[in-house]
């Protein structure tokens, strides 16, 4: 389905009302695995274009992406915490 994406998006990218439905129809067809794919190449090519659009359908993705840079975060400050408190 990905290909799918790559194929339309391009030739409906100059009409945001059609671009957008084409995009939500993408994202809501394709595996769970293809979205990280989906989700650079969109930005990579219409993020000058439509960044609302891809800010929107992307929105849950996007979260998902930043609760897991925190938790990396927090990890690693941990791990921190953890070495000072063992050399002390």
Request: proline share 3%; hydrophobic share 40%; glycine share 0%.
């Amino acid at each position: 389905m990905i290909e799918y994406a790559k194929f339309i998006l391009p030739k409906v990218c100059m009409w945001e009302t059609l671009f957008q439905k084409e995009l939500k129809k993408s994202y809501n067809w394709i595996e769970e695995t293809e979205i990280p794919e989906l989700y650079k190449w969109c930005y990579a090519n219409f993020h000058h274009l439509h960044p609302v659009i891809l800010a929107e359908v992307f929105k849950d993705y996007s979260q998902k992406l930043e609760v897991q840079a925190l938790i990396i975060t927090k990890r690693k400050s941990a791990k921190r915490h953890n070495m000072f408190a063992n050399s002390a």
